[in-house]
């Protein structure tokens, strides 16, 4: 997910965080995903360790790597061809 998608500094994700995700469209927003753990930010020290994972490759723009199933990872990307997708960052009550 790039990380445009974000209405805070990108330095405040870090690995474990927690993000909500919702989807703007045309003439509605709805929330898409809650509760959503981010593996990972690409561009901004992107190491995440385990399962043979070494790091998304640097880039000028940040990517955000989220953790989610294949029916979360499908809605989400029909989201994102109808519209616009966004991050909420969780409080610590919120988890």
């Known amino acids: 997910m790039p990380a445009g998608a974000v209405s805070f500094p990108v330095s405040e994700l870090s690995e474990g965080t927690r993000v909500d995700v919702i989807a703007v469209g045309k003439q509605a927003t709805r929330p898409l995903l809650e509760n959503?753990?981010?593996l990972g930010v690409s561009g901004?020290?992107?190491?995440?360790?385990?399962d043979n994972y070494v790091g998304a490759a640097q880039s000028e723009d940040p990517c955000i790597l989220l953790q989610l199933t294949c029916d979360e990872a499908c809605?989400?990307?029909?989201?994102?061809?109808e519209g616009k997708v966004e991050l909420i960052l969780r409080t610590a009550q919120r988890i």
């Open 36 to 38: 959503v753990e981010v």
């Open 44 to 50: 901004k020290k992107s190491t995440v360790s385990g």
């Open 75 to 81: 809605r989400l990307a029909l989201a994102e061809e």
